[in-house]
Structures are given as C-alpha cells and as structure tokens.
C-alpha cells in the first residue's frame, strides 16, 4: 500500500476520496457510515491542511495484495477505468495552483462530516459529491468539479430539508 500511495504522489488525495466514498455509498447497515466517514474525514483534513501526500496508519501501509488477487482485481477494473476515462478529462480547469486541492480539500471536509451524521438516506449524494469531486481533481476536469460541487450543494439543501422537518414534525406532536 505503501508503494502505491508514493507511486501516485500528490493524486493520492484524490484516489483514497474516490475509494472511501465509494465505500459510503454501497448499501450497508444503518450506522456504517459512522466508521466509514472517517477515513473521508481524514483524507480531507490532511488536503485542507496542505499535505503533499496522504498520511495513513502504518498498519494500513503495510498491507500488501498478493499477484493473483491484484490480477484479479484489475481484471475486473480495467474495464470500468476505461469507461470512466472516456468521461472525464483535463478541461475546463480553471485553477493554475495548488491551492485548489485545499479548497477542494475543505468541500469534501463538509461533505464527509455529514456523511458520518445519523441522517436516514442523508448520506448517499454527499458520498457521490465526494467521489465525483475525487475524479474530477484527479483529472483536472473543471466540468466534473462543477458537477460535483453542485450534487454537494444539493445535498446540503435535501438535509437541511429533511432536519427541518422532522424538527416540525417533533415540535408538532411534541406540543
């Protein structure tokens, strides 16, 4: 894990943002995104804080795939890879520096905070923001980033919704 994460230098962030949304948005039990949120939240910080590469665990950067289930794993990648790479591309980037993995950075901070909130079916579209922001910076496609900037804001819009009104609801019954 070690050597993958120095293989891919600076678009690590963007990879582990891609994976561990990915994680949050398979259909697992209520309060799994408690534990999965985490490693998004950590991610994020280590981009808002200005980090070159990802810090993780030594007992995760020890782990190792063996030759048959990494050939099996990209067997069944390298397709869906392709197709993704048909889609998104370097275009329309508009940022020149580095400081837009920290902005970045901050967005899906936000995004993974709420990710790991106990909000019935209110984390699913920030998980798909983070990794739509994931592919879009490691890419450097500015469409993707606008797409996935506003998928997170719609989010925030429908949770916010959702909070107010089970608040209504509560204060309704309540009084």
């Known amino acids: 894990m070690e050597q993958l994460r120095d293989a891919l230098g600076d678009r690590s962030f963007a990879t582990l943002l891609v994976f561990f949304a990915l994680l949050n948005l ?11 949120g985490v490693p998004l939240l950590l991610v994020s910080m280590q981009m808002v804080l200005g980090r070159k590469t990802v810090w993780l665990p030594r007992t995760i950067l020890t782990k190792s795939v063996g030759v048959d289930q990494f050939r099996q794993m990209s067997e069944r990648l390298v397709p869906r890879v392709r197709w993704v790479e048909r889609l998104i591309r370097p275009r329309y980037w508009p940022f020149a520096d580095r400081r837009v993995d920290r902005m970045v950075g901050l967005f899906a901070l936000l995004l993974s905070t709420v990710i790991t909130l106990p909000i019935p079916f209110g984390n699913w579209l920030p998980a798909l923001a983070c990794a739509l922001l994931g592919l879009a910076l490691s890419e450097r496609d500015g469409l993707l980033l606008g797409t996935a900037v506003a998928v997170g804001l719609f989010s925030f819009a429908l949770i916010a919704i959702i909070i107010g009104s089970a608040g209504a609801l509560a204060a309704f019954f309540l009084f």
């Open 26 to 36: 398979l259909p697992l039990p209520p309060g799994s995104t408690l534990v999965l």
